[in-house]
């Protein structure tokens, strides 16, 4: 109580029952007494139920993208999430790529030697790309084992390292494609 009167944090805590017993027989015995007090706990006590008989508003999904774009705000998606969404497409381009070269093959629309061509270039490419992720893979683990050289040997780590990252892909291209799903 301060100056005789209880105070605002008690009355509060008393509307949402949270008020020590010790204390809230001596608060329930001032409001017995007190009118000044009585009156602000029983108008603490009428916004604590309109507030709780107040139905829920539900906003969209897009509420805060919607507000931010209002703003002006533009959020920026982060580079490694782009890298990984724009790889997730060349990988669905192979995929697609690949069931089209197969089904040309076995409709005979392409005869063999196009057919070579076709997959030393898509050879040529894919090894490019996979010598730059083996790089990149060796550059993190010679990182994470000067670190944690105590966890790891070189070809667990690797292992793990290649694990980890094919699990983000994973989860990045479902994001990506739960994004787009929850847009349309």
């Not at 009156?39 to 919607?66: C, W």
């Not at 050879?123 to 490019?128: A, L, N, R, T």
Request: charged content about 15%; aromatic content about 6%; glycine content about 8%.
């Amino acid at each position: 109580m301060n100056n005789n009167h209880i105070t605002n944090e008690q009355m509060q805590m008393l509307v949402d029952g949270l008020l020590p017993s010790s204390e809230a027989g001596s608060v329930q015995r001032h409001l017995n007494t007190c009118t000044r007090c009585t009156i602000g706990y029983k108008r603490l006590v009428g916004v604590h139920d309109a507030l709780k008989n107040m139905p829920a508003e539900h906003v969209r999904s897009d509420f805060t993208q919607a507000i931010l774009g209002k703003l002006g705000i533009v959020p920026k998606t982060p580079f490694l999430f782009r890298l990984a969404e724009n790889l997730a497409y060349a990988f669905a381009l192979m995929i697609v790529l690949g069931i089209m070269l197969s089904v040309f093959t076995i409709t005979g629309v392409l005869n063999t030697q196009q057919l070579q061509q076709t997959q030393s270039a898509i050879g040529e490419v894919s090894g490019k790309i996979g010598s730059s992720m083996n790089s990149f893979l060796n550059v993190l683990t010679a990182a994470l084992q000067s670190y944690l050289p105590f966890v790891f040997g070189s070809g667990s780590l690797k292992i793990a390292l290649m694990g980890t990252v094919i699990v983000g892909m994973l989860a990045l291209a479902d994001r990506m494609v739960r994004r787009r799903v929850l847009r349309q």
